[in-house]
Nanobody
């Protein structure tokens, strides 16, 4: 059974960094795109980044230049390196798997989701 488990969230000061991890099991990660999404209280879920099975990357404008997505298929892991964090980055972050990123990755409902990890940026 396909399973995704996020980790690495926590409390960090503005300007700090965190690296989120997404551990995949029950399927061959090589064939899937993985997206990172976030949802803040009272706000809609938004797409943050997506990496295709071939390694192509996509980012929301709000995180370009600050966040980096990467994957290690051998370890069945996907990472989101987050630098220069801002209070507005505070949210629950989810990873999700689907066949592709495509042009609609930011709003499309991916097929499988993890349980989420909390990121809080505050002084």
């Amino acid at each position: 059974q396909l399973q995704l488990v996020e980790s690495g969230g926590g409390l960090v000061q503005p300007g700090g960094s965190l690296r989120l991890s997404c551990a995949a099991s029950g399927f061959t990660l090589d064939y899937y795109a993985i997206g990172w999404f976030r949802q803040a209280p009272g706000k809609e879920r938004e797409g943050v980044s997506c990496i295709s099975s071939g390694g192509s990357t996509n980012y929301a404008d709000s995180v370009k230049g600050r966040f980096t997505i990467s994957r290690d298929n051998a370890k069945k892991m996907v990472y989101l390196q987050m630098n220069s964090l801002k209070p507005e980055d505070t949210a629950v972050y989810y990873c999700a798997a689907d066949g592709r990123c495509g042009s609609t990755w930011r709003t499309r409902r991916f097929g499988s989701w993890g349980q989420g990890t909390q990121v809080t940026v505050s002084s």
